[in-house]
């Protein structure tokens, strides 16, 4: 190196590092990693030029350097040895260059040698992975292991990579807390060398990093609390320190937000929500230029899609938090109960107590005009559980808002699916605000709502292609039908005398739910159009549901033939008793049914008698 003047080796080195960052899409397209190749060469010429390491002639297994990159996750601190002198000087740059290395080989996938790369600097720099000149390096380097080894799905190796990387960081800013050197500021100039305040930017925005990373890791191990945690942590660094990106950021949160909504902390969903929307809007229109290239031509597109993705998850809150109190308030056959509702408001006193305390202080994003902006959403949609039909439908209106927004971009040509379910929760949400309602005319116009827009599904829909869905949709629509008529029988019994109007009109209602209800069945037969003998889980409960409504269902056909009504009353029975027979040949199903099967059998007990009744009663006549 001493024929070689420094500043010759600096330059490569900065030439090296401006091609590896090259966007790939600036290389020709039969060479997409030109860049980086060349890059490469520079790296290989600046490692040769600094010569041999005393580290080099350690040849001791690699695995040993693997598994011992792992300390501080098995607890063994480091200690701190500074890398002073010409010795420690030249491990550490060696050290840069193999980073490098390392990240230049993963880049254009190759990741057995940018993992031999990155093992070599963790060996070098071991001994000085405290001190002040070597600390981010070496949590950079733990940090790509870590994403290698994930990507591998070796996912307990990637593990303790990254808690190795995070327990470094926490020791170093506990012994020593200065903001460290920056990998790149070892081929600098002394005048050129960093400023205290952007050292401890990029110093933090690394840790932010790990942060990431451990989230995605604990999420893939179903460490789902531990996820959410770190996954929080991150955005909550990233808005501190400025070093985000909108649109990716606000779809994070608005993600971590699904994870709140299912464990009931709905305030700090809210939250998430809150601030998605007020980051996303810091994206701002996309001006294309003549450097955009074609993916970056589709961003508008792409903003339009996150947007949809956000209202979707908006949709998610209001629809659970409605169901959520639904459950909290409805008696055994699913109707409001006046003493359930008057627990929930009880209730609702210790939760407004909870917002003032501990919880929303540790969830919230950012600071001065950001959290008022945040908040200012907040503000408009409810975290609280609605104890009547007011507050029901405040947040019904809100996830029907959002459901007008992610229909915008899930249209049925393109996102068949994603539409499908985006109008499924919308029916969900007028079927629940349904419960709320106190007038049984209001009540059938929630339904009937319902049943307009999932119809038309089915008769655009593929059966073939679209087996499961078509079986949610024909299961929900003969359900609104049924609920239907369950109400306008309802009303009927309340007055003296019905007229021919609405017997006509709840025999119409039976009939829709009848059809669709087959439909579901039939949708369950094989090719020959048998009925199988074994039915699936995945099926097993609305299957049973179905045969049970067909049963009453035809129980409840009013007609005044007493023939036809006996036809009725034996197509009752017979589902009624293939319930009854399927659960005592099969007593896996009687736990997915106890109630039905309840009835079921009570039914097969007593409709012989009333038919019997019915042929004496047709004799005499």
């Known amino acids: 190196m001493a024929d070689v003047p420094w500043a010759e080796i600096r330059e490569k080195f900065q030439a090296a590092l401006a091609l590896s960052r090259v966007e ?20 290989e010429e600046v490692k040769a030029l600094l010569g041999p390491a005393p580290e080099d002639e350690d040849e001791r297994p690699q695995a040993d350097d693997s598994l011992s990159a792992g300390d501080h996750a098995l607890g063994l601190p480091a200690e701190l040895v500074e890398a002073e002198g010409p010795v420690a000087q030249g491990a550490v740059r060696r050290a840069v260059i193999e980073f490098h290395l390392g990240v230049n080989h993963i880049d254009t996938e190759e990741l057995s040698a940018g993992e031999e790369h990155l093992v070599k600097c963790l060996r070098l720099l071991r001994k000085y992975q405290l001190s002040h000149d070597c600390v981010s390096l070496y949590i950079q380097a733990q940090n790509n292991l870590g994403i290698l080894w994930s990507e591998r799905e070796e996912i307990e190796t990637a593990q303790a990579y990254l808690e190795s990387s995070e327990a470094l960081y926490n020791q170093y800013m506990k012994e020593i807390g200065s903001p460290p050197l920056d990998p790149t500021e070892h081929f600098l100039p002394e005048e050129e060398k960093l400023a205290e305040q952007e050292r401890s930017k990029r110093f933090e925005k690394v840790y932010t990093h790990n942060l990431y990373y451990l989230a995605q890791v604990y999420q893939h191990m179903e460490m789902f609390e531990k996820a959410a945690h770190y996954c929080h942590s991150t955005l909550k660094r990233q808005l501190e320190h400025n070093a985000y990106h909108p649109m990716e950021w606000a779809i994070n949160a608005a993600t971590l937000s699904q994870f709140y909504i299912n464990k009931q902390c709905f305030m700090e969903a809210r939250h998430c929500l809150s ?32 947007k949809g993705e956000i209202a979707r998850c908006w949709i998610k809150y209001c629809l659970t938090l409605m169901q959520n109190a639904q459950l909290s308030m409805q008696d055994n056959i699913g109707e409001l109960d006046l003493d359930k509702q008057s627990e929930l408001r009880a209730l609702r006193k210790k939760e407004l107590d909870e917002e003032e305390s501990v919880r929303k202080k540790a969830v919230q994003f950012g600071t001065g005009e950001l959290c008022d902006a945040i908040s200012a959403v907040e503000e408009k949609v409810s975290y609280l559980r609605p104890s009547d039909f007011e507050e029901a439908r405040e947040l019904f209106l809100v996830g029907q808002h959002y459901v007008f927004e992610a229909k915008e971009f899930f249209q049925i040509d393109g996102y068949v699916t994603d539409h499908i379910e985006v109008v499924q929760d919308h029916s969900a949400l007028f079927k629940v605000l349904a419960f709320f309602e106190t007038d049984m005319e209001r009540r059938c116009k ?5 049943i307009a827009m999932l119809e038309p599904l089915i008769v655009d829909l593929n059966p073939q292609y679209y087996l499961l869905v078509n079986r949610q949709i024909q299961f929900e629509v003969a359900h609104a039908y049924y609920d239907m008529m369950d109400l306008k029988i309802a009303i009927a019994d309340k007055l003296r005398d019905p007229d021919s109007h609405i017997v006509k009109k709840i025999n119409s209602l039976n009939k829709s739910a009848l059809k669709y209800y087959q439909l579901f069945l039939d949708s369950l037969r094989d090719p020959n159009k048998v009925f199988p003998e074994h039915i699936g889980e995945d099926v097993l409960r609305p299957a049973m549901l179905a045969k049970f409504r067909v049963a009453r269902l035809y129980g409840k056909i009013i007609t005044a033939d007493p023939k036809k009504e006996l036809e009725n009353l034996a197509t009752s029975l017979e589902h009624y008793k293939f319930i009854v027979d399927y659960c005592e040949k099969h007593p896996e199903a009687a736990q997915e049914i106890e109630v039905e099967l309840e009835l079921s059998k009570e039914m097969v007990s007593l409709l012989p008698t009333k038919m019997e009744r019915f042929r004496t009663k047709m004799s005499l006549t």
Do not use: C, W
């Open 24 to 43: 790939l899409y600036k290389n020709p397209e039969k060479e997409p990693y030109k860049s980086k190749y060349s890059a490469r060469a520079l790296l």
């Open 275 to 306: 601030a998605a929307n007020v980051i996303f809007g810091q994206t701002g229109k996309i001006r294309t230029t003549e450097d955009t290239t074609e993916a970056e031509g589709d961003v508008p597109e792409l903003y339009h899609q996150r």
């Open 446 to 450: 929630m339904h009937k709502r319902r």
